[in-house]
């Protein structure tokens, strides 16, 4: 039986590990609620408005989320294509792995296996390292750094990395990673990225917090410069999209 996400498993996630942040914001609007009273116009109004706007802001916010990790096909992968039963599959996390289980149920023949690239000094969100604690990883999943994957060139039928190379602040390290998987990819692989963008929805739904994102031409240019091309692009919803990614050679 195929593994099924608990209801608002994704939208109890977010506020779960990043629980710190909805305490910073309920204690601001009760020192704006307690200054109200003192304020003359039009502070009162600002003040007001201020109120307003960070419960429409966090509302906002966890409406997406649910949309997102809830309510939509992310999850159940019914955006991907399917290949042979016994493709050799690598799923790379950045430390919270919520899709390992579900790749293995769906393709349940495959050989999978599973990276995770967390590094405590450069991964210092404290939001994952509660979702480290609450998660155990998957059974076998080996730690490997982002320049150097244990891999033998053109073995990887399919390699995902799904919510997790966005972790990869540099630029340089990103290219570094993407040119080490095209170097294990066989030459009719592809590789699955999906992520949140640096773009007008993501705004809108998460504020400032879309900073931690990549734009499209971001991307578009660490793939291109690992020796990848696009094959095809998929918006799951709105706020998510997927890149499937070849070898630049690959013409077919």
Known sequence: MAKIRKPFQGVFNIVRFN?????????FLLLVAIFYSFLNEPF???????FFGIILTNLITLVVSFYVYDLSDLYKFGWLSEWPDDAAIVNINAGFD??????????????????DFYDPAKHTEVSIKRARKAYPPY????????TRLPLADNSADKVF?????????????RKLFFTEIERALKPDGQIIVTEHLRDPANFLAYNIGFFHFQSKHSWLKT????GLKVKKEIKITPFITTFILEKNGNSS
């Open 44 to 50: 009162r109004l600002f003040s007001a408005i201020l």
């Open 223 to 226: 793939f291109d410069s690992s």
């Open 98 to 115: 919520e899709t390992s289980e579900l790749l293995k149920e769906k393709f349940k023949n495959s050989q999978l296996t599973v990276f």
């Open 139 to 146: 059974p076998n999943t080996q730690k490997i750094t982002t």
């Open 161 to 173: 990395a799904i919510l997790s190379a966005h972790e990869i602040r540099n630029e340089e390290e």
């Open 19 to 27: 629980w710190h942040f909805y305490v910073i914001s309920l204690a």
